[in-house]
């Protein structure tokens, strides 16, 4: 059984930090491509940042210098630093694990930046 567990989210401050974790199992990590999406309300889920198994970083340019994508295969988690926290910041995040045909989401978790 696959699961992705995101844990981390909450309430955090403009200009503050907050770190998400999402903790798998039930999938050979290794070869996964991992990924955070961020749903705001009445928006469309987004991708935010991904990592190849390689370990190759990708941003959308909101993010770009305030967050940072980081992987743990031994752990089997993937990580998101969020720094520099803006309102705009705000939304559930998810978590998405990708190969080939394998596509897996985690349940997501609330992130609200209060101005």
């Known amino acids: 059984q696959v699961q992705l567990v995101e844990s981390g989210g909450g309430l955090g401050q403009s200009g503050g930090s907050l770190n998400l974790s999402c903790t798998t199992s039930g999938i050979i990590f290794n070869f996964f491509e991992m990924a955070w999406y961020r749903q705001g309300a009445g928006s469309e889920r987004d991708l935010v940042a991904f990592?190849?198994?390689?370990?190759?970083?990708t941003y959308v340019d909101s993010v770009k210098g305030r967050f940072t994508i980081s992987r743990d295969n031994a752990k089997k988690t993937v990580y998101l630093q969020m720094n520099s926290l803006k309102p705009e910041d705000t939304g559930v995040y998810y978590c998405n694990a990708k190969f080939l045909t394998n596509d897996f989401w985690g349940q997501g978790i609330q992130v609200t930046v209060s101005s």
């Open positions: 990592i190849t198994d390689g370990g190759e970083e």
